[in-house]
């Protein structure tokens, strides 16, 4: 089971950290993907981190504003969302991908459990 909280309503500019907090499954066999969703839009990807967090991949949409990490004790993923904008609103989802194959953590097919989302809404 994932379960995302830290959504809300923040200005244009401003920093958000959204948490998945998964359960079980051994959270060390899985990457972690984040992916949104915008009204009357296609659900796209956001960031993924690898099994160990050693490695990060992001939507060129995100990089240099957006971090993921993972803190595999506490079984738990993050985003860490900085210099806000209105297209950044959308519901954000996290996601957990079996594969080991890197290639496969931008593709929202290869991923098997699905949290329920947080609204994330920038004002202008």
């Known amino acids: 089971q994932l379960v995302e909280s830290g959504g809300g309503l923040v200005q244009a500019g401003g920093s958000l950290r959204l948490s998945c907090a998964a359960s079980g499954r051994t959270f060390t066999n899985y990457a972690m993907g984040w992916f949104r969703q915008a009204p009357g839009k296609e659900r796209e990807f956001v960031a993924a981190?690898?099994?160990?967090?050693?490695?990060?991949w992001y939507a060129d949409s995100v990089k240099g504003r957006f971090t993921i990490s993972r803190d595999n004790p506490k079984t738990t993923v993050y985003l860490h969302m900085n210099s806000l904008k209105p297209e950044d609103t959308a519901v954000y989802f996290c996601?957990?991908?079996?594969?080991?194959?890197?290639?496969?953590?931008?593709?929202?097919?290869?991923?098997?459990?699905w949290g329920q989302g947080t609204q994330v809404t920038v004002s202008s």
């Open positions: 981190i690898n099994r160990n967090g050693g490695s990060t």
């Open positions: 996601a957990s991908n079996y594969y080991s194959n890197s290639d496969y953590y931008t593709d929202q097919y290869r991923y098997d459990n």
